[in-house]
């Protein structure tokens, strides 16, 4: 049993009075003024209701503020007033809240923490990676060690801590990796060789699922959870290094799993369910739809030998988009798993948002490219280098607004 450990015993009461913000005309329709979670607010990447512009020129995707930081791989996520980002740097993790007007600061906080990745993985570095996700109230920041932090947005000052490195006896050979997901007043996060449910008010435990050995090659997840609803239940849906799995919100209980083969447990995609099935594809293994039909069996409803391996698809009616292991873009047929086009080599690794037209879609040179949702070709639209760094967070969309974090800078332009 996992054990809260407390820097205050405060816990957060009430509702924090958020203060408008007047933010420039962006000509949005019914956009969501916040960004509060790994990809956006459903983790979909995708934002309904929108009317995006047709370009990313200066004239359309303007500079509002700029900061310099440390390295770190996290998204940034926003409040209505507020950007929170992390960085690593001098042996500590850094949690920053900046003004989204203005981009003054408003607070930091740190604490020790820093690892060292396996050799293999190293080229990258060995910096903070989880995406942070708030509530409104409350922010919870995954550390490289496996320690989840709470702190208040408004304050600035920690809440709640959990070690989970020290409960399980080992930190994750590659770090913290997964995001957290907040589902009402529970956060569930995969860390310390399993799957956890906590407490968002205090940090308590309430369950733990899909303990594993600790073993370098299938320990540890790389991917982020969801929530959603399958055949009529609503549930917990999880990729660990080496299956999907579904679990019981309420109890933790395993309703079902499958084993997803992959080179050294590389997957990495967040589960992505469509008409009562999940897909996902991985390296060194292949793409397939999964059906789970009831609680305790699952088939494979068709699969195929596209490679994803970093970058968690956008599903756009019965099609599907998504990054591949050799660098090409694909754009698959739900319904059969056919290729409907495959694309020249576009960089490593791409972030993607849409509002169901567009795909807006960061890659890791920092080159962010606007693609027509078009089944019949690849349509691009419009594209701009906007970071002379490399880019592996994830892009955050909201209120006409595109926040981006490469390993070196936050910024925030206005896409009018």
């Known amino acids: 049993m996992l054990r809260r450990s407390f820097l205050t015993s405060a816990s957060v009461t009430g509702a924090l009075a958020l203060q408008s913000t007047i933010f420039p005309s962006s000509g949005f329709a019914n956009d969501s003024e916040a960004w509060q979670n790994w990809r956006g607010p459903n983790r979909d990447g995708m934002l309904s209701g929108q009317s995006w512009p047709d370009s990313l020129d200066e004239n359309s995707l303007k500079s509002v503020w700029a900061k310099d930081l ?20 001098g042996g500590k993790e850094r949690v920053y809240s900046f003004d989204r007007s203005n981009g003054d600061l408003q607070w930091k906080y740190e604490w020790d923490g820093s690892h060292s990745v396996p050799i293999f993985a190293s080229r990258n570095g060995s910096w903070i990676r989880s995406t942070p996700a708030t509530d409104g109230q409350r922010l919870f920041v995954g550390g490289i060690r496996d320690v989840l932090v709470c702190i208040e947005c408004k304050s600035g000052k920690e809440l709640w801590r959990i070690d989970f490195a020290k409960e399980a006896g080992k930190v994750p050979d590659f770090g913290m990796v997964c995001s957290p997901l907040v589902d009402g007043s529970h956060l569930y996060i995969q860390a310390g060789k399993g799957v956890h449910k906590v407490n968002v008010a205090d940090g308590s435990l309430v369950w733990s699922a899909l303990g594993d050995s600790g073993d370098i090659m299938s320990s540890g997840a790389f991917s982020s959870p969801v929530i959603q609803t399958l055949n009529g239940k609503r549930q917990l849906i999880v990729q660990s290094r080496t299956k999907l799995a579904g679990i019981e919100l309420e109890t933790g209980k395993v309703d079902w799993s499958y084993e997803v083969a992959a080179f050294r447990g590389m997957n990495v995609l967040t589960p992505t369910v469509w008409q009562d099935g999940i897909f996902t594809s991985s390296y060194g293994g292949r793409s397939l739809l999964l059906d789970v039909p009831n609680n305790d069996s699952t088939k494979v409803r068709w699969e195929n030998k596209l490679e994803g391996y970093m970058s968690s698809p956008i599903v756009i009616g019965d099609t599907l988009y998504l ?12 319904k059969s798993g056919s290729e409907l086009w495959v694309t020249k080599p576009f960089g490593e690794y791409w972030s993607m948002v849409s509002n169901g037209s567009k795909i807006l879609a960061l890659d890791q040179n920092g080159k962010l490219r606007l693609i027509a949702h078009n089944p019949a070709e690849f349509q691009l639209l419009s594209e701009r280098r906007v970071s002379e760094d490399e880019a592996w967070a994830h892009v955050a969309v909201a209120n006409g607004q595109v926040v981006i974090r490469s390993q070196k800078k936050l910024e925030l332009f206005d896409w009018s």
């Open 70 to 89: 440390g390295d770190s791989y996290s998204g940034p996520v926003l409040t209505e007033t507020s950007v929170f980002t992390t960085e690593s740097i």
């Open 323 to 334: 990054h591949l292991r050799n660098k090409r873009f694909a754009c698959l047929d739900l």
